[in-house]
């Protein structure tokens, strides 16, 4: 069966630390991938995408995410986070058009 | 906003009582979803309509009965539900069913006593 890995479920950092969360999927065809993010009392909204093209994807609030199909991984990337970046972020992968999910991290940023 | 409402957003119900969990979305979209969301573990999407149809079913209890009358509204009936069943709710609606981006509502956070 397909399925999303997520490394961590909770993940702790200080403002301005670098941030890398890691998603892992198991299918070996052509795959859609996705990351949402749901800050505290808000609804799921959608971070960046990868459908095809440039594997490195930017999204929104500086968040990118790089699409490596050998390692069947799409890791999530910010280079300094933010106290507002505290979130529950989670990995999707869409095959077959369905999404399938990850767990999710929660994201605690320190100020 | 994010054009996707849900209602109501807290539901406390017990086992034998019967309910309705109601979606709109202001999208235009034409593929509407249900996903159950548990702590700690991945969403798991219950049902996908496509066009006011009936496209997937994951293996989801009859307890939970899915209504799409039209392409804006999207119903979740709920009979005799057990107490594992307390979750976040969430709709979702996206362009069509190939993948696009899913809009998502806040949610109906259901207790079952």
């Known amino acids: 069966a397909q399925s999303v890995s997520q490394h961590n479920h909770h993940v702790i950092l200080s403002e301005a630390a670098s941030l890398e969360l890691g998603c892992n999927y198991s299918y070996g065809g052509t795959v859609n991938l996705f990351w949402y993010v749901q800050y505290p009392g808000q609804h799921l909204q959608l971070l960046l995408k990868y459908f095809s093209g440039d594997p490195l994807v930017k999204g929104i609030k500086g968040f990118e995410a790089e699409f490596i199909k050998s390692k069947f991984s799409f890791n999530l990337r910010k280079p300094s986070v933010q106290w507002s970046d505290t979130a529950e972020y989670f990995c999707?992968?869409?095959?077959?058009?369905?999404?399938?999910w990850g767990a999710g991290t929660k994201l605690i940023i320190k100020p | 906003e994010t054009g996707v409402t849900q209602t109501p957003r807290h539901l406390v119900m017990g086992m034998t009582n019967k309910k309705s969990l109601k979606c709109e979305q202001h999208l235009g979209h034409n593929a509407m979803y249900w996903y159950k969301q548990s702590a700690k573990k991945p969403l798991e999407l219950m049902f996908v309509y496509n066009f006011k149809e009936q496209t997937e079913n994951n293996s989801v209890p009859s307890r939970f009965s899915p209504e799409c009358p039209n392409s804006s509204h999207l119903f979740l009936h709920l009979h005799t539900l057990q107490p594992e069943d307390s979750a976040l709710y969430l709709c979702?609606?996206?362009?069509?069913?190939?993948?696009?981006?899913?809009?998502f509502g806040p949610g109906t956070r259901l207790t079952v006593l």
């Open positions: 979702a609606s996206s362009q069509d069913k190939a993948l696009n981006e899913q809009f």
């Open positions: 999707a992968v869409g095959s077959n058009y369905q999404l399938i």
